[in-house]
Nanobody, 126 residues
Framework: VDLVESGGGLVPPGGSLTLSCATS????????LAWARQAPGTGREWVSVIDSTGTRANYADSVKGRFTISRDNAKKRLYLQMDNLESEDTGVYYC????????????????????WGRGTQVTVSS
């Protein structure tokens, strides 16, 4: 199993970025996936989740209305479109796999996820 994030970088406040998570080693289309982030000096926090079919998603209140999670099951890729970025969005962003196909678990609890990528740095600064 492997998850590799990309697309991070430096962006000014109000800007946009799209993160991508390339996966391999497991049947992508039957697993729920998520994004989490870790700001400097803080713990990792859950950001968003999407079910195996891509029809159901949920977001942390801090990013709701600004971030959009999506997935391409044919390409085995997970995405996070981030708009109207704020300095508080700075951190390392990780994709993660849950041993579930639905959202019928405590997806806000990061202990529920069984595989993680190595992260990509997002810095929001002028």
């Amino acid at each position: 199993v492997d998850l590799v994030e990309s697309g991070g970088g430096l962006v000014p406040p109000g800007g946009s970025l799209t993160l991508s998570c390339a996966t391999s080693g497991f049947p992508f289309e039957v697993f729920t996936l998520a994004w989490a982030r870790q700001a400097p000096g803080t713990g990792r926090e859950w950001v968003s989740v999407i079910d195996s079919t891509g029809t159901r998603a949920n977001y942390a209140d801090s990013v709701k209305g600004r971030f959009t999670i999506s997935r391409d099951n044919a390409k085995k890729r997970l995405y996070l479109q981030m708009d109207n970025l704020e300095s508080e969005d700075t951190g390392v962003y990780y994709c993660a796999r849950a041993p579930d196909a639905t959202l019928q678990f405590n997806y806000r609890n990061l202990d529920e996820y069984d595989w993680w990528g190595r992260g990509t740095q997002v810095t929001v600064s002028s």
